[in-house]
T-cell receptor
């Protein structure tokens, strides 16, 4: 079955880059997602990437995908205190018939 | 107004009580999901529905039931609540052919 793994905690200084890593097990064609959860709120989709891509950039966010190693990363440039949140990696099979499988979430703490 | 609305936002109840959590959406999506979030365990899927007459069990359906009363409404019931059902519960929706999952703000349930 599908499994998504990510480290539970990451602490960075304000202004530095943050890199949050994720590994997944399903080798089928798939979408991979990054969701952000701020305190007291639901999950918000940050970005997603299809498995035929190896990089996607959106302002301060860069997603890198190594399909061979089944490794996904989210890089946040110039990390701000407002980036403090839990970040979830998730994967799905295209077509929408399989629910997303989420990792346990990485809690990012930004130190001023 | 939120696209995916969960009620109540918070609920405290006693062991053995029947509880219903409600979710409604204005996105016109056919697919709806219930997840629970526990610290360090991430999001786990309880039930999901692809249409009004379609109900599917997720990873942790024991002790829960659901009802899809209309396309826009998907409720989660705990027939006899127990303390280990204390968690943050999220409803989510997804459109057919879309890879994006949209979340409500969550219901924090505490079972004493």
């Amino acid at each position: 079955g599908e499994d998504v793994e990510q480290s539970l905690f990451l602490s960075v200084r304000e202004g530095d880059s943050s890199v949050i890593n994720c590994t997944y097990t399903d080798s089928s064609s798939t979408y991979l997602y990054w969701y952000k959860q701020e305190p007291g709120a639901g999950l918000q989709l940050l970005t997603y990437i299809f498995s035929n891509m190896d990089m996607k950039q959106d302002q301060r966010l860069t997603v890198l995908l190594n399909k061979k190693d089944k490794h996904l990363s989210l890089r946040i440039a110039d990390t701000q205190t407002g980036d403090s949140a839990i970040y979830f990696c998730a994967e799905s099979i295209p077509g929408g018939n399989t629910p997303l499988v989420f990792g346990k979430g990485t809690r990012l703490s930004v130190i001023a | 107004d939120a696209d995916v609305t969960q009620t109540p936002r918070n609920r405290i109840t006693k062991t053995g009580k029947r509880i219903m959590l409600e979710c409604s959406q204005t996105k016109g999506h056919d697919r709806m999901y219930w997840y629970r979030q526990d610290p360090g365990l991430g999001l786990r899927l309880i039930y999901y529905s692809f249409d009004v007459k379609d109900i599917n069990k997720g990873e942790i359906s024991d002790g829960y039931s659901v009802s899809r009363q209309a396309q826009a409404k998907f409720s989660l019931s705990l027939e006899s609540a127990i303390p280990n059902q204390t968690a943050l519960y999220f409803c989510a929706t997804r459109g057919t052919g879309s890879e994006k999952l949209f979340f409500g703000s969550g219901t924090q349930l505490s079972v004493l």
